[in-house]
């Protein structure tokens, strides 16, 4: 079956700094991928999505990019702020299916 | 854009009473309501899938009479937790998909505390 597997948190960073969050998938057909990011004590945002190979998501600085051949999505932004603290989702959806599956979320905690 | 509002945000109750949890899709359609449970440090994982009209399609090892799903209409979805014990505790969300098929918009959020 499908399944997403991201890195383990939680991802202390400084202001400023570099993020990847790391995202792998194993799925039987040709998936959608999406980041969904969760602030606390809040529901799931989409942040960004891309729906074949070699698309790129990109939303509010941060940018993930669809690769078939590793079969990731890793996540990216240059430089975090404070307010980017939030857990991220990576996750799947296989087209003509409706359910989404999720990866286990990667809380990212970001200093000043 | 696309708004789900669920209601309501958290909920305190004691053991053996029922929950009703609702989700409504603002300004759009929404043919499928799906609902999640979150634990602590976990991800989301899906309960059921429920189509407008039809019966909810539950996943392996969710109790569907305890966990009851009513999708009456095209803008409402609701989750009933009957007799919560204090082991239904958890975060419920509700996630909907538009009529056009386009995208999943999440609900905010129910935090079940049972005592």
């Known amino acids: 079956g499908d399944s997403v597997t991201q890195m383990e948190g939680p991802v202390t960073l400084s202001e400023e700094a570099c993020l990847t969050i790391?995202?792998?998938?194993?799925?039987?057909?040709?998936?959608?991928l999406f980041w969904y990011v969760q602030y606390p004590g809040e529901g799931l945002q989409l942040l960004l999505k891309?729906?074949?190979?070699?698309d790129k998501g990109s939303n509010k600085g941060f940018e993930a990019t669809y690769r078939k051949e590793t079969t990731s999505f890793h996540l990216e932004k240059g430089s975090v702020q404070v307010s980017d603290s939030a857990v991220y989702f990576c996750?799947?959806?296989?087209?003509?299916?409706?359910?989404?599956?999720f990866g286990t979320g990667t809380k990212l905690q970001v200093i000043p | 854009g696309a708004v789900v509002s669920q209601h309501p945000s958290w909920v305190i109750c004691k053991s053996g009473t029922s929950v009703k949890i609702e989700c409504r899709s603002l300004?759009?359609?929404?043919?499928?309501m799906f609902w999640y449970r979150q634990f602590p440090k976990q991800s989301l994982m899906l309960m059921a899938t429920?189509?407008?009209?039809?019966?909810?399609?539950?996943e392996q090892g969710v109790e569907k009479d305890k966990f009851l799903i009513n999708h009456a209409s095209l803008t409402l979805s609701t989750l009933t937790v009957t007799s919560a014990h204090p082991e239904d505790s958890s975060f419920y969300i509700c996630?909907?998909?538009?009529?056009?098929?386009?995208?999943?918009?999440f609900g905010s959020g129910t935090r079940l505390t049972v005592v």
């Open positions: 996630s909907a998909r538009d009529r056009a098929g386009y995208g999943y918009t």
């Open positions: 790391n995202c792998t998938y194993t799925a039987t057909g040709y998936p959608s």
């Open positions: 891309a729906t074949k190979a070699d």
């Open positions: 996750a799947l959806s296989e087209r003509g299916y409706q359910k989404v599956t």
């Open positions: 300004d759009f359609q929404a043919t499928t």
């Open positions: 429920s189509n407008e009209g039809s019966k909810a399609t539950y």
